[in-house]
C-alpha cells in the first residue's frame, strides 16, 4: 500500500512519524493518540484514515504489524484494522514523505537513538497539510475539529461546523482557541434574530387588536 493510494481526494487523513525500537517518546505517541481515539466516537476508517510511518529506513513491515496489533488491542476496535495504516519504507521513500511535510530527524550516534520531534499531521483528501497538533497530548475536542477542518467540511455534524467557525488554532497554545470576531458575529446574527421574532410576534398581536377593535 502507498499513500497516493489511500489518498481518494475526499477522506482526510491524520499522519504520524515513529519508529518502533524508540525507547520512549514514540510508544508514548501512539498510546497518547489511542486514548485521544477511544475518546471520540469516530472510528479510523469510518471518517478518517490513520497513516503510522516509521521514518527507519531499517525497519521492517514485521515490526510495523507488531505496533499495529499492539494499538489496535489497546484501542479495543478491531474494525479500525481497515482504517490505521502502519507503513515501512526505503530510506529514499521516507526522505521524500518527511521532507515534504517538514519532519525532521536526526540519528545521534552517541545516545544510538533517534532525536526527532512528535506531532499529529492532519491531510487533506487531495494531500494537503491542514493543521499540525506538536507534543504527545492530544485533545480528543482538537482533534475532532482538525480532521473536519482537513475534510472541508464533509465530515461531520452541522454543530461541527458551527464550532470549527467559532474555534481557530492557535500555534503558541498548542490547541483551538475561541475566535473572538467569529463569535460576536454568531452573536449579532443570534441578537438580530431574537429582535425579528420580537417585532414579528408585536405585529402579530397588533395586527390581531385591530381586527378585533374592527369587528
Not at 63 to 81: C, F, S
Not at 133 to 149: L, T
Not at 209 to 214: D, G, I, L
Amino acid at each position: 500500500m502507498t499513500i497516493d493510494e489511500l489518498l481518494d481526494g475526499e477522506t482526510p487523513m491524520v499522519l504520524n512519524f515513529v519508529y518502533h525500537d524508540c525507547p520512549m517518546l514514540c510508544s508514548v505517541v501512539l498510546d497518547s493518540f489511542t486514548e485521544t481515539l477511544k475518546q471520540m466516537p469516530w472510528t479510523p476508517g469510518d471518517k478518517f484514515e490513520v497513516l503510522t510511518v516509521s521514518f527507519s529506513a531499517k525497519e521492517t513491515p514485521e515490526m510495523a504489524a507488531t505496533a499495529k496489533d499492539r494499538i489496535l488491542k489497546k484501542l479495543g476496535r478491531p474494525e479500525a484494522a481497515a482504517g490505521w495504516h502502519f507503513l515501512t519504507g526505503s530510506e529514499e521513500s521516507i526522505s521524500s514523505l518527511t521532507e515534504s511535510v517538514g519532519f525532521k530527524f536526526k540519528w545521534v550516534e552517541s545516545a544510538q537513538e533517534f532525536a526527532h520531534p512528535s506531532a499529529l499531521i492532519f491531510v487533506s483528501g487531495e494531500g494537503v497539510i491542514t493543521r499540525y497538533i506538536n507534543g504527545v497530548n492530544y485533545p480528543a475536542a482538537d482533534v475532532r475539529r482538525a480532521i473536519v477542518e482537513a475534510s472541508e467540511g464533509k465530515v461531520g455534524s452541522a454543530l461541527d461546523q458551527v464550532l470549527l467557525y467559532c474555534y481557530r488554532y492557535d500555534p503558541d497554545s498548542n490547541s483551538y482557541v475561541l475566535h473572538a470576531t467569529n463569535l460576536m458575529k454568531i452573536g449579532g446574527l443570534f441578537t438580530l434574530i431574537v429582535i425579528g421574532l420580537g417585532l414579528f410576534v408585536f405585529w402579530r398581536r397588533e395586527r390581531s387588536r385591530q381586527n378585533q377593535a374592527v369587528v
